[in-house]
T-cell receptor
């Protein structure tokens, strides 16, 4: 099973709302990732968790707050977003954070900020 | 910093024809990944290449990494409508992150 699940599939939120994106994998992977993807662009890395600890934060604004409650779950908490934050948010996981460890992606959450 | 250049940017191919997509790196590749993405959906992992000269196939898709480990190609034989989508190459960068090519949009004409 190489499945990464993400919920919700679509999310519309106002600039004052607080919402969360969820990601789950049951492959025993120890690295999990959040990416942001704008139309016609490749994914941009936001955060990496390795063994449930934040290992990379790509200078993401504090209105995005990641959380890794356990090795299977990854959340992205959203607060006071801007319209330019509208994008496809992708979660991925890999065996670990090493060279040669392919990443498996979820279907994404399409976020629209109004 | 390392950069990946993909070519062509877009490709329209008659169903049943063969096609090739290229991915060229400015530095030696230590891990090269091919993914496919349908619009608005997640990325589907296709293949990973690590060794110079390595070649892998899955169904009608073959990926190769050249001996110098700076260029990879993705070849599709007898293309089908299900092959349509955006193909992305990714490479392991020195900081354990993936860097990405800009993608190749493939359209299959029936």
């Amino acid at each position: 099973d190489t499945e990464v699940t993400q919920t919700p599939k679509h999310l519309v939120m106002g600039m004052t709302n607080k919402k969360s994106l969820k990601c789950e994998q049951h492959m025993g992977h120890r690295a999990m990732y959040w990416y942001k993807q704008k139309a016609k662009k490749p994914p941009e890395l936001m955060f990496v968790y390795s063994y449930e600890k934040l290992s990379i934060n790509e200078s993401v604004p504090s209105r995005f707050s990641p959380e890794c409650p356990n090795s299977s779950l990854l959340n992205l908490h959203l607060h006071a977003l801007q319209p330019e934050d509208s994008a496809l948010y992708l979660c991925a996981s890999s065996q670990d954070q090493q060279v040669g460890s392919e990443q498996y992606f979820g279907p994404g959450t399409r976020l629209t900020v109004t | 910093s390392q950069e990946l250049e993909q070519s062509p940017q877009s490709l329209i191919v008659q169903e049943g024809k063969n096609l090739t997509i290229n991915c060229t790196s400015s530095k030696t590749l230590y891990g090269l990944y091919w993914y496919k993405q349908k619009y608005g959906e997640g990325l589907i992992f296709l293949m990973m290449l690590q060794k110079g000269g390595e070649e892998k196939s899955h169904e009608k898709i073959t990926a190769k990494l050249d001996e110098k480990k700076q260029q990879s190609s993705l070849h599709i034989t007898a293309s089908q409508p299900s092959h349509a989508g955006i193909y992305l190459c990714g490479a392991d960068a020195s900081n354990y992150q993936l860097i990405w090519g800009a993608g190749t949009k493939l359209i299959i004409k029936p």
